[in-house]
């Protein structure tokens, strides 16, 4: 069998008090995906990750975090 992996990663800034980041990773058992993004100025962190794997499990989490 051949292994293969892929992954790819980012982040962005959205002016002085944004930011964006995140990464996705697949190889044939499993794949990941995860992004993010916080704002500094409202003090709020926002997300989501979602998985899964070769055996059919499969998960999402979301969150939204605003504290003042």
Known sequence: MKKQLFQDIFVERQGENKL???YVC????QWEQRFEEKDFLQNRHRGKVK???IDGAYG???WDINHR
């Open 26 to 29: 697949e190889n044939p058992i």
């Open 20 to 22: 964006q980041f995140g």
């Open 60 to 62: 999402e989490h979301y």
């Open 51 to 53: 998985w899964a794997d």
